[in-house]
């Protein structure tokens, strides 16, 4: 719309994260977005966004975002929590050589019973990355 000045005003819509990258996004550039929502660096925090995005990096196998979203199910940010979520989550995290994740894997495997521990090992057996 023209201004007194004669340019004109183009009105921009705020994003809420959920657009999408382009089809040839890395995991990593998917993994730093999700980060950032996570952290609110140069957006606002948005656990619910950094899960989508975090989700489509793990998918991928790339372990950082793998343990962040194991982090994500153990507390219930942006998802529903969720302890055979998070356990999975750490131990594809584990198996990719992530570093530190053990002592994750086994505060939350405390709070789980053995069903429930064998639930996620099993799902983790039959994981296969995938892409989006």
């Known amino acids: 719309m023209p201004t007194a000045l004669g340019r004109r005003r183009t009105s921009r819509?705020?994003?809420d994260g959920l657009g999408s990258l382009p089809s040839r996004a890395t995991p990593d550039a998917e993994?730093?977005?999700g980060f950032a929502?996570?952290?609110?660096?140069?957006?606002?925090?948005?656990?619910?966004v950094a899960?989508?995005?975090?989700?489509?990096?793990?998918?991928?196998?790339l372990g950082n975002a793998q343990n962040r979203l194991g982090l994500m199910y153990e507390r219930g940010e942006g998802v529903p929590q969720d302890y055979v979520s998070a356990y999975l989550w750490f131990d594809l995290a584990a198996a990719q050589g992530f570093p530190?994740?053990?002592?994750?894997?086994?505060?939350?495997?405390?709070?789980?019973?053995?069903?429930?521990?064998?639930?996620a090992q099993k799902l983790s057996r039959e994981w296969k990355?995938?892409?989006p």
């Open 100 to 119: 530190a994740v053990a002592p994750n894997r086994e505060r939350v495997a405390g709070r789980m019973t053995e069903s429930q521990i064998a639930e």
């Open 13 to 15: 819509k705020v994003s």
């Open 51 to 61: 899960a989508k995005w975090l989700r489509r990096a793990a998918n991928q196998g």
């Open 37 to 48: 929502y996570y952290f609110g660096e140069g957006v606002l925090s948005n656990y619910r």
């Open 31 to 33: 993994s730093s977005l």
């Open 129 to 131: 990355p995938t892409r």
